[in-house]
């Protein structure tokens, strides 16, 4: 019996101020269990997490959930977790089911980087 090699489809990077999940493939229960991996330690290192969605689309309930509880994750470290560039199927499976508010959209992961270094100038 030969061995298939297995391709990991989720990565994480970081920058000095976020860490980036990348998904390389339709989330579904088959790749939840390494984004939930990459999503807990995202979420442990850095206050910024962004998930790349650009080679995504189409996500399942299980992944969706993913997502949420990650959300949740950072918020409790003070911190957010927004999304990259999600496919108009992706959209509307968070506009469905009222979550479309939840997570901050970006056109790309390179956007919402480069909107966490901004400096907030004060009111």
Known sequence: MTAVPTVQ?????????TAVVRVDRDIDPEVV??????????VRARPRVVVDLARVHVIEATGLGILV???SAARQREGELVLAAPSRFV??????MRLHTAFPLYESADEAVEDAQEPISPA
């Open 33 to 42: 269990p390494e984004l939930r991996v990459a999503l807990d330690e995202a």
């Open 9 to 17: 489809v989720v990565t994480l990077s970081l920058t000095a101020s």
């Open 91 to 96: 959209q509307t499976v968070l506009h469905t």
């Open 69 to 71: 509880r990650a959300r």
